[in-house]
């Protein structure tokens, strides 16, 4: 079974998939004992451990998916939350508890690891702060590659949305890449804006903003699904929430900056683009297309706007300070 997620289609984004458990409880125990043996995709996994009311089932629910409009609630998907107990808010408590004393412990305790730890060595060299993080991200996809570490990568760098296996997955899903394309373009977009922004806001105030946006964007790609009433029976792993933030950071404190899709230019520059992203990422999430984690990216987005705007007022108040200086 755990080959079965190395399977997954590479994308740009942060990807989302069938999880395990969803497949073990709609599996028969003879397949759920056969862990060893490669499938083709997630689905092919479906449709060899179906019995009649399984097949129905995923019946019921395409025809219904055809007739409906894509903005509209699925029954058929409330009914499989409720039957597997996926949908009950009671499950969001502990990852908003993580969540939350996270993000306080992060914002307090990054600044004294800057200045009086080895760890201030990055004062002085920003960039390698950047390169640290491609760097984690780089190992954590290569211990996908270990077989021996799969229980390891399958505890804490995936987010199994029904069935969150540690805390500690909300963060560490985002760092966490099964495929090499998916690294390596979250990774050309993450250092194209990171560089320039971990210079201008400092190691400090860049890895509390990194950290927390990780942490809130997987929050967020289990918060929104339960309001919009999406299936819970999928995973999601990926840089990109937390890269979005970054994004959307530097769009709003740079928003005339001149950016690119594949070496073109965007009309209006950096935050014209940030907003179409954004305008992409909720409509993903309402009409549900393709393997995005939409959830996440709107996530992150939101966090990187609300960063900007803390920063850009910070900053226009230390100008007016400075200036009642020189007036004195």
């Given at each position: 079974?755990?080959?079965?997620?190395?399977?997954?289609?590479?994308?740009?984004?942060?990807?989302y998939?069938?999880?395990?458990?969803?497949?073990?409880?709609?599996a028969?125990?003879?397949?759920?004992?056969?862990?060893?043996v490669?499938?083709?995709?997630?689905?092919?996994?479906?449709?060899?451990?179906?019995?009649?009311?399984?097949?129905?089932?995923?019946?019921?629910?395409?025809?219904?998916?055809?007739?409906?409009?894509?903005?509209?609630?699925?029954?058929?998907w409330?009914?499989?939350?409720?039957?597997?107990?996926?949908?009950?808010?009671?499950?969001?408590?502990?990852?908003?508890?993580?969540?939350?004393?996270?993000?306080v412990?992060?914002?307090?305790?990054?600044?004294?690891?800057?200045?009086?730890?080895?760890?201030?060595?990055?004062?002085?060299?920003?960039?390698?702060?950047?390169?640290?993080?491609?760097?984690?991200?780089?190992?954590?996809?290569?211990?996908?590659?270990?077989?021996?570490?799969?229980?390891?990568?399958?505890?804490?760098?995936?987010?199994?949305?029904?069935?969150?296996?540690?805390?500690?997955?909300?963060?560490?899903?985002a760092?966490?890449?099964?495929?090499?394309?998916?690294?390596?373009?979250?990774?050309?977009?993450?250092?194209?804006?990171?560089?320039?922004?971990?210079?201008?806001?400092?190691?400090?105030?860049?890895?509390?903003?990194?950290?927390?946006?990780?942490?809130?964007?997987?929050?967020?790609?289990?918060?929104?699904p339960?309001?919009?009433?999406?299936?819970?029976?999928?995973?999601?792993?990926?840089?990109?929430?937390?890269?979005?933030?970054?994004?959307?950071?530097?769009?709003?404190?740079?928003?005339?900056?001149?950016?690119?899709?594949?070496?073109?230019?965007?009309?209006?520059?950096?935050?014209?683009?940030?907003?179409?992203?954004?305008?992409?990422?909720?409509?993903?999430?309402?009409?549900?297309?393709?393997?995005?984690?939409?959830?996440?990216?709107?996530?992150?987005?939101?966090?990187?706007?609300?960063?900007?705007?803390?920063?850009?007022?910070k900053?226009?108040?230390?100008?007016r300070?400075?200036?009642?200086?020189?007036?004195?």
């Amino acid at each position: 079974m755990f080959q079965s997620l190395r399977l997954m289609r590479p994308s740009l984004g942060r990807n989302y998939l069938f999880s395990n458990s969803s497949l073990l409880s709609l599996a028969p125990k003879n397949i759920r004992q056969a862990k060893n043996v490669l499938f083709n995709s997630n689905v092919q996994i479906l449709q060899s451990s179906m019995n009649p009311w399984q097949r129905n089932f995923l019946k019921q629910f395409m025809n219904q998916r055809m007739k409906q409009s894509p903005l509209s609630r699925s029954p058929t998907w409330k009914s499989y939350n409720l039957y597997y107990n996926r949908s009950s808010w009671d499950k969001l408590k502990k990852p908003l508890l993580f969540t939350v004393a996270f993000c306080v412990g992060t914002t307090l305790l990054t600044p004294y690891l800057y200045n009086y730890t080895p760890l201030s060595v990055l004062k002085q060299h920003p960039q390698a702060l950047v390169w640290s993080i491609i760097a984690i991200n780089g190992a954590v996809f290569l211990m996908w590659r270990v077989p021996q570490l799969q229980r390891f990568t399958m505890r804490y760098a995936i987010l199994l949305k029904d069935n969150i296996q540690s805390p500690w997955t909300l963060l560490w899903s985002a760092f966490s890449h099964q495929s090499f394309a998916h690294f390596f373009i979250n990774m050309l977009c993450f250092q194209s804006f990171a560089v320039s922004l971990v210079g201008i806001l400092g190691v400090s105030n860049f890895t509390i903003m990194y950290l927390n946006a990780a942490v809130l964007s997987s929050f967020a790609s289990l918060a929104i699904p339960m309001v919009l009433g999406s299936s819970l029976a999928v995973a999601s792993l990926g840089a990109s929430g937390a890269i979005f933030s970054v994004f959307g950071c530097f769009s709003y404190l740079f928003p005339a900056s001149p950016v690119g899709i594949f070496f073109i230019p965007v009309p209006g520059g950096a935050w014209v683009l940030f907003l179409g992203t954004m305008l992409w990422n909720a409509a993903g999430c309402a009409l549900r297309w393709g393997t995005f984690d939409y959830a996440a990216h709107l996530g992150g987005s939101l966090v990187g706007i609300a960063y900007g705007y803390y920063f850009n007022k910070k900053r226009k108040e230390q100008i007016r300070r400075r200036r009642l200086v020189l007036d004195f």
